[in-house]
């Protein structure tokens, strides 16, 4: 079992203002393993008010980049000395394989802090400009106290995504983890303590809706950074202007693989295993899930992606052969299955898969599960199922299928796979998306600027543009030349 009974805030633990436990449970074994307070509003208030002092009057925004960096490093390390810890604790609360977890999760979280350090010390904080009149000096500062609030499908690379831009710009974090996986935030919190960031800068308050809603709303918040659903989302935008917070905004997906008529069937198959079905167990913002595939090549590309289906090992994500675990709930379980019968009442055609798999009588899984014969208009295709359910949908023409992979209110990625990754690559510049991966190559990385268009996000995460998500421009104009009097600044002549 493993248990925190208390918050991190301002630098200690704490004991939560209320009495309320959130219980955590493995979604393969739907057993309890771990327990953590629920954090109510009087706590995110109190995290909030932490924050604020860090950011107003402690040293890490004031700090030199070099210092930051240094401090996000010892950060690393300590989570790196709890690697393994950190992707059992990551697989144990949510289902997810744990060869998965090590290599998209543990890694590249701990690399992102990593990534930021450096970021930070190669940054312009400040640079004069000669501008089209007179010089000026040009700072970035931090935009305050950041409200980080993520997903259960990324608890760690989702907040470090956060928290490393964050606080190499010298913001102050409240992190708030999603109520089914709080327990790897845990992880960080002591990792941030060992580090010894001055306290303050990184806050942890677990809970639900209610202290997340309190967290947004709370007028000492300068900037909210959400991933999660585009509904929570668009309620969440709403919530910042009224105050003008800055946010950003890592929303849902539904994306598109297009399929040109010259792609090799066999790679294009292996290809759509890991990017939808294994892809994070169907349960990713960039799964790949619906195939577009020339009409004549249908029942052939079909019948390869439901033969490769069929390898996939289901089972125990602690066991480190299993590439397909259970979905995050029963309630998610039952949602995804919904979303098969609807398949099979608007008319596609099941080739594999659907049920739950025989033999797993505990734990939320689901089959991996391939439909064809589906055409854009159904509810499989419209909407983002987030479980290991692939989509073939035929087009008749490259028009079509840039036309059907756009006709969805998602941009967050796509796919297109050719002979030619260059001709590939030329119709991935037409979807409306933010990442465009060429024949199979779904890859994140922590320089390449990652977010949505259209209803999938506002702001990036990843590289410098992250980074920029954190800051603040300000312009200083300076009196002009040695010995001028710094009067009044404004001569009148604006133009
Ligand atoms: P969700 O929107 O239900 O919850 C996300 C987080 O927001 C949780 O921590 C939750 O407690 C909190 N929350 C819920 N209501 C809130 C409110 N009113 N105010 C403040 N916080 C609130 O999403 P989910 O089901 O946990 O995650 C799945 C969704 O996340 C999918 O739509 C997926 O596509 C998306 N996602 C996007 C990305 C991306 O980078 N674009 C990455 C991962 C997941």
Redesign the pocket.
């Known amino acids: 079992m493993h248990a925190w009974d208390e918050l991190y805030i301002g630098g200690t633990w704490v004991p939560s203002t209320g009495p309320g436990r959130i219980e955590v449970e493995n979604p393969a074994t739907e057993r309890t393993v771990g327990r953590v307070p629920d954090g109510t509003p009087a706590d995110m208030e109190r995290a909030v008010d932490a924050a604020r002092d860090a950011f107003d009057t402690g040293p890490w925004p004031r700090m030199t980049p070099d210092d930051r960096a240094a401090a996000l490093e010892d950060m690393a390390d300590a989570l790196t000395a709890r690697a393994g810890e950190l992707a059992v604790t990551i697989t144990m609360e949510t289902g997810l394989p744990i060869t998965i977890v090590e290599l998209a999760h543990a890694r590249p979280a701990i690399a992102a802090l990593r990534h930021y350090a450096r970021l930070v010390r190669t940054t312009a904080f400040e640079e004069d400009r000669p501008g089209a009149r007179s010089p000026f000096r040009l700072r970035r500062l931090p935009s305050g106290v950041v409200a980080a ?6 608890p760690v690379l ?1 907040a470090c995504a956060k928290i490393g831009p964050a606080l190499a710009a010298g913001c102050a974090v409240v992190l ?5 996986t709080p327990l790897s935030a845990f992880l960080l919190a002591e990792a941030a303590h060992e580090a010894r960031l001055p306290p303050g800068v990184l806050n942890l308050v677990p ?3 209610e ?3 309190a ?2 709303a709370h007028p000492g918040v300068d900037k909210v950074t ?8 668009k ?2 935008a709403a ?1 910042c202007a009224e105050r003008m917070k800055r946010y950003s ?5 539904n994306a598109a693989t297009i399929v040109l008529d010259d792609a090799p069937a066999e790679r294009v198959a292996a290809g759509a295993v890991a990017m939808g079905l294994i892809n994070n167990n169907g ?4 799964v790949q899930g619906r195939i577009l595939v020339p009409r004549a090549r249908e029942k052939e590309l079909a019948g390869a992606i439901a033969a490769a289906a069929g390898a996939i090992p289901v089972g125990d994500p602690a066991d480190p052969r299993t590439l397909l675990g259970p979905m995050i709930t029963r309630t ?1 379980r039952d949602r995804v299955l919904g979303y098969v019968a609807s398949g099979i009442a608007e008319g596609a055609e099941l080739v594999h898969g659907g049920r739950v798999p025989a033999g797993f009588d505990r734990g939320w899984y689901v089959e991996p599960t391939v439909f064809t014969g589906v055409h854009n208009g159904m509810r499989i295709a419209r909407e ?1 199922i ?1 479980g290991p359910v692939l989509t073939v949908i035929p087009y008749d023409g490259e028009e079509e299928a840039v036309a059907i992979a756009n006709d969805t209110e998602y941009g ?1 990625s796509g796919s297109v796979w050719a002979a030619d990754p260059e001709r590939a690559a030329a119709v991935g510049t037409r979807i409306r998306a933010g990442s465009i991966f060429v024949n199979g190559t779904l890859r994140l990385d922590a320089d390449a600027p ?3 268009f259209k209803e ?2 506002i702001g990036r ?1 990843g590289g410098p543009e992250a980074l920029a998500e954190y800051l603040e421009p300000q312009v200083m104009f300076l009196p002009a030349g040695e010995g001028r009097a710094p009067g009044p600044a404004l001569s009148g002549d604006l133009t």
């Open positions: 609030i993520v997903p259960w499908n990324i989702g708030k983890p999603s109520p089914e809970g639900g809706r202290a997340g809603a967290l947004v959400f991933t999660g659903s585009t509904a929570v989302g309620r969440i919530v905004l890592e929303l849902g997906g349960e990713a913002c960039i998610h983002e987030f967050l990652f977010g949505g999938s996000g995460e």
